[in-house]
Nanobody
Framework: QVQLVESGGGLVQAGGSLRLSCAASGVPFSGYALGWFRQAPGKERHFVAA??????TTSYEEKGRFTISRGSPRNTVYLQMDNLKPEDTAVYYC????????????????WGQGTQVTVSS
């Protein structure tokens, strides 16, 4: 079955950086987009960033401090988070969909289990 396994979360001070990783396995089709969502305590899960299969197209909720990239092999995705703020504290979820347009606008086909990011002030 499809599995998305995240890593790289943790506790960091405001202004610091973290790099999240996600590896997808068991996906029965190619050309899929990968991305990240986050859910803060008491809030709904929402879109952060997505990247196309080729890695040439990206989409962000808010450009600037976060950078999404695709690894080699193409089943891996990273989220570089810089200048972190306490309001970035959330569980970050890796997600997969057929293409970047759908990933950014519709519920993903598959989710990872999430990784906690905590930013202290």
């Amino acid at each position: 079955q499809v599995q998305l396994v995240e890593s790289g979360g943790g506790l960091v001070q405001a202004g610091g950086s973290l790099r999240l990783s996600c590896a997808a396995s068991g996906v029965p089709f190619s050309g899929y987009a990968l991305g990240w969502f986050r859910q803060a305590p008491g809030k709904e899960r929402h879109f952060v960033a997505a990247i196309s299969w080729s890695g040439t197209t990206t989409s962000y909720e808010e450009k600037g401090r976060f950078t999404i990239s695709r690894g080699s092999p193409r089943n891996t995705v990273y989220l570089q988070m810089d200048n972190l703020k306490p309001e970035d504290t959330a569980v970050y979820y890796c997600a997969l969909h057929d293409n970047i347009g759908m990933l950014a606008t519709t519920p993903p086909k598959y989710w990872g289990q999430g990784t906690q990011v905590t930013v202290s002030s």
